[in-house]
T-cell receptor, first 114, second 110 residues
């Protein structure tokens, strides 16, 4: 059963702690993305990766870091430098680089920083 | 940078009424995609439009891409309660990144 998994669904952290969100896909997709969604707002791109061992900053990369050591995995670390980390985080993948292919989204992780 | 705005931000209709959301880009787009996000869920791809003036239909949903490729619309005929959710457009300009619109939240009352 192919798809994208994100874990955990809900995550609580204390202010000042780094936290890593997991994203795994078994769709054999080259490209992967991280978005942030705030209540009542659209999706804002944090980071994206078009191929293994390569990634690019999106529109709101400050305070976040990523790695792409394996094709299947694209974890996102929310660092203590991110001033307002509480949000809904969505991971997505597409078959190849560029925006001509539909993106498949995971179920999301809702992060709350206390 | 590229901006994609959607109007209205929110609409509440009675079941059976029609609904339209409009998407406007500050730059010319090479394509536009539409996604639906159910409450508490994640966005799901609906369709992609590529050609100027293109119109595509999916049952009660009609999607249009403007002649200048800077705007798009999604029209739902005779809404049903299953249409509830937020509809996002996402446009691709020359930078190979999709830029998502602000979304239109649709509420349908039975």
């Amino acid at each position: 059963d192919g798809g994208i998994t994100q874990s955990p669904k809900y995550l609580f952290r204390k202010e000042g702690q780094n936290v890593t969100l997991s994203c795994e896909q078994n769709l054999n997709h080259d490209a992967m993305y991280w978005y942030r969604q705030d209540p009542g707002q659209g999706l804002r791109l944090i980071y994206y990766s078009q191929i293994v061992n390569d990634f690019q900053k999106g529109d709101i990369a400050e305070g976040y870091s990523v790695s792409r050591e394996k094709k299947e995995s694209f974890p996102l670390t929310v660092t203590s430098a991110q001033k307002n980390p509480t949000a809904f985080y969505l991971c997505a993948s597409s078959i190849s680089r560029g925006g001509h292919n539909e993106q498949f989204f995971g179920p999301g992780t809702r992060l709350t920083v206390l | 940078g590229q901006q994609v705005m959607q109007i209205p931000q929110y609409q509440h209709v009675q079941e059976g009424e029609d609904f339209t959301t409009y998407c406007n880009s500050s730059t010319t787009l090479s394509n536009i995609q539409w996604y639906k996000q159910r409450p508490g869920g994640h966005p799901v791809f609906l369709i992609q439009l590529v050609k100027s003036g293109e119109v595509k239909k999916q049952k009660r949903l009609t999607f249009q891409f403007g002649e200048a490729k800077k705007n798009s619309s999604l029209h739902i005929t005779a809404t049903q309660t299953t249409d509830v959710g937020t509809y996002f457009c996402a446009g691709l300009s020359g930078f190979q990144k999709l830029v998502f619109g602000t979304g239109t939240r649709l509420l349908v009352s039975p």
